[in-house]
């Protein structure tokens, strides 16, 4: 109550005081750089929004309020924005007013609006800088005093501590200075137009926020000026942290505008994609962004990527703000698929450095370790199983697509190691690693750990042991390459026999530690799935089976089928729906000729870029409705592989070998896009463009490269069950190609060598297609949407497997059906198949086969 009167007396003093000096610090208002993937909604004051460099990062909501970090310190939290009238004595705090959000990779805008006053704050934060500017835009009826408040932290992040916090104001900079006693952690906030209110004790932070105003006492004297408020802090030599604060107060367009150059110039040195859906085009960008907001310089550590961010309130981790190496791992599959090879290197790098001497590499690192015994007196650095196979198999993966023959050769020791460690773990001879000796994999507790392998393990192994061999050949070390042949076999018989079960017909989850198979249905397999390892059939069936209702919502894959007795659908590892397994099923979906599935799975992730905080993939939803889970991480990496590894390694069907220097293109577009673009595509020192069109009678393809000498192009586009691909030209002339037919789709495989610029044709006459059913489900709305199990057929007869809810109606979207003679199981009409499911208990699905018989 104190600090209240205090602080009204002493804006009733400032506000009434006569001789008000004009504002220092103002800034030429200036435009942001048009940004072509800005996003844009009303205002949500408790959706997350972040901004985040390589040094810095604001986590907030949409409200205004947030938290700043100069990596690895949290500076202050709670930091919020009030506007006080002249006319009145009641500050109108922001998050009441805040009207619309408008975001680009470079800055986000909040604007508050208040019948007297419009103020826009646009936040940024600087690239390489620990530090970040908000610059406020004031339009405004009458004087109006802008409140900043907050409360100071100065603490590095969990386990570590500091003690003897203190603040104090420095005049000369109009900012709070938090220091400690060792002078070695520091931050500044404040303004160049700031006034004191706070006068904190000198020996200790205040539990009350700390305060400064801005006094705009001539709205014209601001009406084409920006206010900046500027943060920045970290560890080291106070005078270069003041240095960065200046900087950044004194030019604080400079900024914004290396902030725009730096995403500009990241978009244009990926992968570039241009499909006919807005959406997926939109999601692919904001997830370079969203990835490159991961990449952290630690002052203490290195460069390496963090597993996620999000608000740590009272507590002292920022989300999944540490370094976790399985995390880097998954991420760096979809990374180097967009070509960040540079940033896959680096992430790549960075984790050697925490291997353990037996060769297992690290799962999380947090980022004070330095200031710790982090490896010696805390049990989590080395708790997970998967890491070390992830890491073989990512490295692979990079090299392969790179061709970097120098970091291979940097890493061979580390690689040498893992592959030691990963043989070692296997403790009963059966060719897998267990947990029981390596650690946790899939699930990290409950009923269902304490087993013998899962799935999710035995298949980072088996990819592991594979891509050892290959990089073995790589290095010339015929004896290593040998051994991991020999691995790679075994563990892959075994991975086909132990897990399968063959009265159930799928893939099961894991083995308990009696060898016996745990009978529980997860989209867990669609790690190996999506690698080619269940063989034919059984990954056919297991797909089938991961398709149905009980795991895939119109939002994503549960964790755990809805019909186990362990589901829980608010449960972490038993029954949330995680859009990261809903990426990976769907690579797998269309690994194996499963699109339609494949298509709904990639868009459910797509819509998750826009439904919480813009442009960032949430770690997990409730398995019940559409609503993430308020324990989950809102920028979580992984997630955001959800969206981008189905679109590059699945739907596009994008495979780059450096070694042989080949380009494999298998796209898996829905029959209804014409029109698909790719450019910039990254293959070594090659870059390849591809244009697709599809018409009535085929696809074209129109492949240009830079420094593609010496490439092969393989290229076999789908096309659906039952089409027939009469012919297959390559600039005009009729060349061969293997007839890849099969129930769920044909391709006609063809493969030739680059010539810098090449067309190919591929002549099929109209047929039967259907197009992906679309769910839009609203938040908190519960499943309800048509899904589509299995699609199969020939040229006489399509069979089609749905489900649907009970009493609903849904109309299948499908072309060519001039050439159906009869339906069963659905009606024909104009644009596709009308399917009816009788009436039943609410939101209960049930199945229905559809069979189109064909002229």
Request: glycine content about 10%; overall charge neutral; proline content about 6%.
């Amino acid at each position: 109550m104190k600090r209240a009167i205090s602080t009204v007396l002493s804006l009733a003093f400032l506000l009434s005081s006569p001789l008000l000096a004009a504002l220092d610090g103002l800034v030429p208002r200036f435009d942001l750089e048009p940004c072509d993937i800005m996003l844009r909604r009303g205002a949500r004051p408790d959706a997350y929004f972040d901004k985040a460099g390589r040094r810095f990062a604001v986590l907030g909501t949409e409200s205004g309020t947030f938290e700043a970090w100069a990596y690895p310190l949290k500076l202050v939290r709670n930091f919020e924005l009030s506007f006080l009238l002249r006319t009145s004595t009641t500050p109108i705090p922001g998050r009441d007013i805040v009207s619309t959000i408008a975001a680009t990779p470079a800055a986000t805008t909040l604007t508050y609006v208040h019948q007297a006053f419009t103020v826009r704050a646009v936040f940024a934060v600087a690239v390489d800088e620990p530090g970040a500017v908000i610059l406020l835009a004031v339009d405004s009826l009458e004087p109006l005093t802008v409140v900043c408040r907050f409360l100071p932290v100065l603490e590095p992040m969990w386990p570590a501590g500091l003690g003897g916090q203190s603040a104090s104001w420095d005049e000369e900079l109009k900012a709070y200075l938090l220091s400690e006693p060792t002078r070695r952690n520091h931050a500044f906030v404040g303004s160049p137009a700031a006034r004191r209110v706070s006068s904190p004790p000198a020996h200790m932070l205040s539990d009350a926020p700390h305060e400064f105003l801005i006094v705009v006492s001539d709205p014209g004297e601001v009406r084409d000026k920006y206010i900046p408020l500027v943060l920045a802090g970290g560890r080291g030599d106070r005078e270069t942290v003041k240095s960065a604060y200046g900087s950044l107060a004194a030019e604080p367009e400079q900024c914004v505008r290396r902030a725009e150059e730096h995403f500009r110039s990241l978009r244009k040195a990926t992968l570039r994609i241009r499909t006919p859906d807005p959406e997926i085009n939109l999601a692919w960008e904001w997830a370079k962004a969203a990835y490159d907001n991961l990449v952290v310089d630690n002052p203490d550590l290195g460069r390496g990527l963090v597993a996620g961010l999000g608000l740590s309130g009272t507590s002292g981790r920022p989300g999944f703000g540490w370094f976790f190496g399985g995390d880097a791992y998954m991420n760096a599959f979809s990374l180097t698929g967009m070509g960040a090879f540079e940033t896959v290197r680096d992430v790549l790098a960075f984790t050697r450095r925490w291997q353990r001497a037996d060769g297992k590499m690290a799962h999380e690192v947090s980022q004070s370790a330095a200031l710790i015994r982090w490896f010696e007196d805390y049990p989590y650095a080395y708790i997970h199983a998967d890491t070390t196979p992830l890491f073989i198999a990512a490295a692979e993966d990079y090299v392969r697509s790179s061709g970097d023959a120098s970091f291979l050769r940097d890493s061979w020791p580390s690689l040498k190691k893992a592959f030691a460690w990963c043989l070692s773990t296997d403790a009963d001879g059966d060719g897998l690693m267990d947990n029981r000796r390596a650690g946790l994999g899939a699930l990290e507790f409950g009923s269902l750990t304490g087993i013998q392998t899962d799935i999710f393990l035995a298949a980072a192994w088996c990819r592991a042991a594979d891509a050892m061999a290959r990089l073995a050949v790589d290095r010339g070390d015929r004896a290593a390459a040998e051994r991991a042949r020999a691995a790679a076999a075994k563990a892959l018989a075994a991975f086909r026999k132990r897990f399968w079960d063959p009265d159930a017909g799928f893939y099961v989850y894991a083995l308990d530690a009696d060898g016996r198979l745990i009978r529980e249905v997860t989209p867990w397999p669609s790690f190996g799935l999506a690698w080619g390892m269940g063989g034919g059939e059984a990954a056919t069936r297991t797909l089938e089976r991961l398709g149905r209702p009980d795991v895939i919502t119109d939002w994503g894959a549960r964790m755990i089928s809805s019909e186990s007795r362990h589901y829980d659908p608010l449960s972490y590892n038993y029954g949330a729906v995680w859009p990261f397994l809903t990426g990976w099923l769907s690579t797998a979906f269309y690994a194996n000729d499963f699109p339609l599935q494949g298509y709904a799975a990639l868009r459910a992730n797509v819509r998750h870029t826009f439904d919480n905080g813009l442009g960032t993939v949430a770690e997990l939803y409730s398995g019940a409705r559409n609503i993430w889970l308020t324990e989950a991480v809102a920028h979580q990496g992984f997630s955001t592989g959800g969206v981008a590894l189905p679109l590059v390694k699945g739907m596009m069907g994008l495979e780059v070998d450096a070694r042989s220097k080949t380009l494999v293109f298998r796209p898996s577009f829905p029959a209804g896009w014409q029109e698909v673009s790719l450019e910039g595509i990254r293959a070594a020192a090659a870059r390849f463009d591809i244009e697709y069109r599809r018409g009535q009678d085929g696809i074209t393809l129109r492949v240009t490269s830079r420094g593609g000498e010496g490439w092969t192009v393989a290229a076999a586009p789908a096309f659906g069950p039952g089409r027939r691909v009469r012919e297959v030209r390559l600039n005009g002339a009729s060349v061969p190609f293997v007839d890849g037919r099969s129930e769920r789709a044909v391709r006609a495989e063809t493969r030739f060598s680059s010539s810098g610029s090449d067309i190919l044709e591929y002549d099929a006459p109209p047929f039967v297609e259907i197009f992906p059913p679309e769910a839009r489900p609203e938040i908190g709305s519960p499943s309800r949407g048509l899904r589509i199990e299995s699609f199969q057929g020939d040229e006489r007869r399509l069979e089609i497997k749905v489900w649907g809810c009970a009493g609903e109606s849904y109309v299948l979207p499908a072309a060519g059906l001039r050439l159906v003679l009869s339906v069963e199981g659905a009606a024909l009409e104009t644009g596709g198949l009308r399917i009816e499911f009788p009436s039943g208990p609410q939101g209960r699905f049930l199945s229905r086969t559809i069979v189109l018989h064909l002229r």
